[in-house]
């Protein structure tokens, strides 16, 4: 079974960093395709914070453009998001999906899929 687990969240004064990792493991994981990560706060929708692809292409919320970054180590299985000028905003879940390839015993050979993180929780204060 695939896990995929974040870790690096706390608590940060305005203006600090913080650097969230997402590490994927499993028996059956044959490769990642691609990692989101998004955000969430209370009564908001969450929404979708930074994009890196297979190729390494990027993309960003304009909120965060120039202040996040969204980067990969392929041979540990791990994203990470560098955030630099953390702003006070209310407290948010940050979450990673990652789509990835794993071996299905069913099938006999390897199916596309996806699955989330549990999240971690980033709060800035003033």
């Known amino acids: 079974q695939v896990r995929v687990v974040e870790s690096g969240g706390g608590l940060v004064h305005a203006g600090g960093s913080l650097r969230l990792s997402c590490a994927a493991s499993?028996?059956?994981?044959?490769?990642?395709?691609?990692r989101d990560w998004h955000r969430q706060a209370p009564g908001k929708e969450r929404e979708v914070v930074a994009h890196i692809s297979s190729d390494d292409d990027t993309k960003y919320a304009d909120s965060v453009k120039g202040r996040f970054t969204i980067s990969r180590d392929n041979a540990q299985n791990t994203a990470y998001l560098q955030m630099n000028g953390l702003k006070p905003e209310v407290p948010a879940v940050y979450s990673c999906?990652?789509?990835?390839?794993?071996?299905?015993?069913?099938?006999?050979?390897?199916?596309?899929?996806?699955?989330w993180g549990q999240g971690t929780q980033v709060t800035v204060s003033t």
């Open positions: 499993g028996s059956f994981l044959k490769s990642i395709d691609a």
């Open positions: 999906y990652v789509a990835y390839s794993i071996f299905a015993e069913d099938v006999g050979d390897f199916r596309p899929s996806a699955r």
